[in-house]
């Protein structure tokens, strides 16, 4: 596995594989990575020759400064976790210069799926993340792109824009992976406490009650309004509990057979993401 820290590099390694008829697959992330991250790698088996796996944290995805400073970063720790994989080419790990030059001023927008769920309490990050990817996606010339649906929002709004743009890559969704607990990886779990951490629990499983309830035919405001509750008793803020559909995220019914409940919920600063589907 190659460390390459800029787009000359990375552009140099690319033309090389697209003239020897590679087909790349690019997984884009914001390193400090688990198992979840590794599940995307594992995921472009069969279906990519050459491997990128990018790390980049987007500053102008985050809307709070804090969270940008307090994002968990080790570069060291993350290569040899790739590494160990034997199956990445290309670690890219631009610095900022690599990817905003002076005077950037482009956004790319997708309007709609940007205006809910996780767009309403954090503004602009839509518009961040579909700048990114946009940009990872013309340096890494990635015929295939892998993303979790562990951030579904994120994922829909990724097939829009290569949908609406044109872009000439495929996009390949992976189940959440999950902790024995149920409790889905990701690299903030690492800023909780180890009593936080205990009752991180309670956010998967109060989905899977509600699930189980709203398929028993129970009333969907009803559960949605327990499981709202239960989340605040164990010592959540809860942002959103919300019943859409996983093809266009607009509100549903629990009788639509694209239905996903999707939650976001806080245990002090630290802001956890789940969605389960009801089918
Ligand atoms: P991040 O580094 O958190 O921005 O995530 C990079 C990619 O990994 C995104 O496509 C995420 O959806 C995906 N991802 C993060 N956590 C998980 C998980 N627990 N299971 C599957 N994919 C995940």
């Known amino acids: 596995?190659?460390?390459?820290?800029?787009?000359?590099?990375?552009?140099?390694?690319?033309?090389?594989?697209?003239?020897?008829?590679?087909?790349?697959?690019?997984?884009?992330?914001?390193?400090?990575?688990?198992?979840?991250?590794?599940?995307?790698?594992?995921?472009?088996?069969?279906?990519?020759?050459?491997?990128?796996?990018?790390?980049?944290?987007?500053?102008?995805?985050?809307?709070?400064?804090?969270?940008?400073?307090?994002?968990?970063?080790?570069?060291?720790?993350?290569?040899?976790?790739?590494?160990?994989?034997?199956?990445?080419d290309i670690l890219y790990a631009p610095d900022e210069t690599q990817i905003y030059a002076p005077g950037f001023s482009t956004r790319v927008i997708v309007s709609g799926l940007d205006a809910m769920l996780c767009g309403n309490d954090?503004?602009?990050h839509f518009n961040g993340v579909a700048t990114i990817v946009t940009k990872l996606f013309m340096q890494t010339r990635a015929d295939i792109a892998v993303f979790g649906e562990k951030d579904f929002q994120q994922l829909c709004i990724v097939r829009r824009l290569v949908q609406d743009l044109d872009l000439p890559v495929s996009i390949l969704p992976v189940p959440t992976v999950r902790e024995a607990d149920q409790l889905a990886l990701s690299s903030r779990n690492r800023r909780l406490s180890h009593t936080q951490r205990d009752?991180?629990?309670?956010?998967?499983?109060?989905?899977?009650?509600?699930?189980?309830?709203?398929?028993?035919?129970?009333?969907?405001?009803?559960?949605?309004?327990?499981?709202?509750?239960?989340?605040?008793?164990?010592g959540f803020t809860v942002h959103y509990l919300e019943l859409?559909?996983?093809?266009?995220?607009?509100?549903?019914?629990?009788?639509?057979?694209?239905?996903?409940?999707?939650?976001?919920?806080?245990?002090?600063?630290?802001?956890?993401?789940?969605?389960m589907p009801l089918c």
Not at 214 to 226: H, P, S, Y
Not at 254 to 265: E, M, Y
Request: hydrophobic share 40%; glycine share 6%; aromatic share 4%.
């Open 122 to 124: 954090r503004p602009g």
């Open 1 to 88: 596995m190659k460390l390459v820290r800029t787009r000359q590099e990375l552009a140099e390694s690319v033309t090389e594989w697209q003239r020897a008829g590679e087909t790349i697959g690019v997984v884009p992330t914001m390193g400090s990575l688990h198992a979840g991250h590794l599940a995307l790698v594992t995921a472009l088996d069969g279906k990519a020759t050459r491997r990128i796996v990018t790390i980049f944290v987007n500053p102008i995805q985050f809307n709070n400064p804090d969270d940008f400073h307090l994002y968990p970063r080790g570069l060291e720790a993350d290569a040899a976790l790739l590494e160990k994989t034997g199956r990445v």
């Open 244 to 275: 859409r559909s996983e093809k266009n995220l607009q509100l549903t019914q629990p009788s639509d057979p694209t239905a996903r409940l999707f939650v976001a919920a806080s245990l002090g600063d630290v802001r956890l993401i789940d969605n």
């Open 199 to 234: 009752r991180a629990a309670h956010l998967p499983a109060s989905l899977q009650t509600c699930i189980a309830e709203l398929k028993a035919g129970k009333n969907l405001e009803a559960c949605l309004k327990t499981c709202w509750h239960d989340l605040e008793e164990a």
